[in-house]
Structure formats: structure tokens, C-alpha cells
């Protein structure tokens, strides 16, 4: 695991463009920017060009589409693959509705995602497997998390993370599991959203998707964890402040002490 990705992501400060969703969008900007990296949002499909060029890694939220909005996502996903963009994808919810795994499916035939990154209803969605999804949420189900993120990356030829109280991290050969984490992210709405930009920052300084991804998602939970740890008392409101603060000035050495990854 390289700890060490987060001072030269801080160094090099990639810019990462972002098609967000309207409910989270100001987290996924400011958790982008405390990290290090410099985020870019647009609405418009007539500067997609410019605006992948311009990044060095392009995250597509797929939380509350348009019609208009998936011609945007569809154009900028193909540019990023044309110009050899590293793409994460955040499949929001399509185990739970299903006219957005038809959207999701029509997408994927369109570019191709480096890395998927879901919660385990979504992560199941993608690789066909059964799992009763909550909304946004991962909800429930019987399935083995290891197999089903193994599954979703074979059949989606990339890196997946299935992110949860564990997140499994997998190129479909390669597998790691983060245990750091903290129960206070599911009390606010976006930490899968910042997870997704934070591993597109990651992709953008690190060419192995598979590392970038794992170091990501170590990085986010863990610094999440040490904001839950210094008080055990804290809730919501103040979780997503003190954690903007922590992203931006948690160490790789503070990280390196609290890691738990298998
Ligand atoms: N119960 C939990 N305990 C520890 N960490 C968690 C827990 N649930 C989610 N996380 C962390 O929250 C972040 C967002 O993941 P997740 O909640 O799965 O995404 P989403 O918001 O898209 O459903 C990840 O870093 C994940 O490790
Ligand atoms: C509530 C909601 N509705 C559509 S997108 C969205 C935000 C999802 O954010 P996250 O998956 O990071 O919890
Ligand atoms: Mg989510």
C-alpha cells in the first residue's frame, strides 16, 4: 500500500473533473480540495472537451441524471477515454432503480470506466447478482462481498471498490480489503461521493488504477477514523466539518499508524 501516493498527490495537485450530483456537489469540491487536488464541475456538454483535456482525471456521478445531463455524461466519458484520462464512474443507486441500470448499461457501452466505485447494492447490480438494494444505500443481502466485487471487475474489465465497513478494492486478480472506517460516514449523505473524486485525484498521479484505488480508499477511511476516535461523542454536523479539516492535514505518517488493510 502506498501511503506515500498522498504527498505526491498534495504535490502535484491534479486537477479532477467532476460530473457531480446537485445534492452533494459542494462536499465532492471541498473534499477534493482539502485533500490536495484541484476539482473542476460543469453542466455543459459544449465545454466537455476543453474541460477533459484541461484534467487529469474525470469522475462521472451517476446520483441524479438529467436527459440532457446522460448526453453530457455519455460525451465525457468518451472523451476521457479518447485522451486517456483516467475514469472513475459512481454508479448511484442503479441496484435500486432500474431505469438507472439501464442508463448505466447504454453508458458502459459507450466508454469505459477505469474504476468503478459502489456500495455493495450498486457493486451487486453491476455484476448481475442478487442483492436487495436501499436507494442510495447498499441495503442487504446474502452474497460473499469478496466474490461479488471479483465478479463486477471481470465482467466490467476494471478496478472495482465495493466500499462498506470494509471496502474491497479488486482488479479482478488482485484483491485488498480496508478495515479502517468509521460508522459516522454513513450519517452523511456524499462520503461515497468524496470517496469516488478522492480515488479519481489518486488516479490521476498514479498510473496503476488498482493501487491508486486501494491507497484512496485506505487514505479516506482512515482519516475518517481518526476524526471519529478523537471524540467519541461527535455527530453528524460536526463528522463532516472536522473531517474537511482532517483531509486536508491528516499526514502520511498519522495514516501509516491507524492502517488496516488485508
Ligand atoms: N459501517 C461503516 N463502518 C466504517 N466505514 C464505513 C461504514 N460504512 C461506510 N463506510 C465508509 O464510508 C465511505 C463511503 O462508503 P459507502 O457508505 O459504502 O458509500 P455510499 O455513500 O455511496 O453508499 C467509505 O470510505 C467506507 O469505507
Ligand atoms: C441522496 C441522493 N440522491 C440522489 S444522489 C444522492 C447523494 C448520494 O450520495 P452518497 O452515495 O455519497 O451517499
Ligand atoms: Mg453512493
Redesign the pocket.
Known amino acids: 500500500m502506498k501511503v506515500s501516493l498522498l504527498d505526491d498527490l498534495r504535490r502535484q495537485n491534479p486537477i479532477v473533473f467532476n460530473i457531480s450530483n446537485f445534492v452533494t456537489v459542494q462536499d465532492v469540491a471541498n473534499g477534493i480540495n482539502a485533500i490536495g487536488a484541484s476539482p473542476i464541475m460543469s453542466e455543459e456538454v459544449d465545454e466537455a472537451d476543453e474541460m477533459v483535456q484541461l484534467s487529469q482525471a474525470v469522475c462521472l456521478n451517476l446520483g441524479a441524471f438529467t436527459t440532457p445531463q446522460v448526453h453530457q455524461i455519455k460525451v465525457t466519458g468518451q472523451l476521457a477515454n479518447q485522451y486517456h484520462k483516467p475514469l472513475v464512474v459512481?454508479p448511484?443507486a442503479v441496484g435500486a432503480v432500474k431505469y438507472r441500470a439501464k442508463v448505466a448499461e447504454d453508458l458502459f457501452k459507450a466508454f469505459h470506466p477505469d474504476v468503478l466505485?459502489?456500495?455493495?447494492g450498486?457493486i451487486a447490480a453491476l455484476a448481475g447478482i442478487d442483492w436487495q438494494a436501499k436507494g442510495?444505500?447498499?441495503g442487504e443481502g446474502a452474497g460473499d462481498l469478496v466474490t461479488i466485487a471479483e465478479t463486477c471487475a471481470k465482467k466490467r474489465e476494471c478496478t472495482v471498490i465495493l466500499?462498506?465497513?470494509?471496502?474491497v478494492i479488486t482488479d479482478g486478480t488482485r484483491t485488498v480489503q480496508?478495515i479502517?472506517?468509521?460508522?459516522l460516514?454513513?450519517t452523511h449523505?456524499?462520503?461515497?461521493?468524496?470517496?469516488?473524486s478522492i480515488v479519481a485525484a489518486f488516479c490521476a498521479i498514479e498510473n496503476d488504477y488498482f493501487e491508486a484505488a486501494q491507497t484512496a480508499?485506505l487514505v479516506?477511511?482512515a482519516i475518517?477514523?481518526r476524526v471519529a476516535q478523537a471524540d467519541p461523542q461527535m455527530g453528524a454536523g460536526t463528522f463532516i466539518i472536522k473531517l474537511m479539516d482532517a483531509l486536508q492535514q491528516t499526514t502520511v505518517a498519522q495514516i501509516e499508524a491507524v492502517a488496516a488493510y488485508e
Open positions: 459512481d448511484v466505485r459502489g456500495n455493495a450498486e442510495i444505500d447498499a466500499s462498506g465497513p470494509t471496502d480496508v479502517n472506517g468509521t460508522t460516514f454513513q449523505v456524499g462520503s461515497g461521493d468524496m470517496l469516488s480508499c479516506f477511511a475518517g477514523q
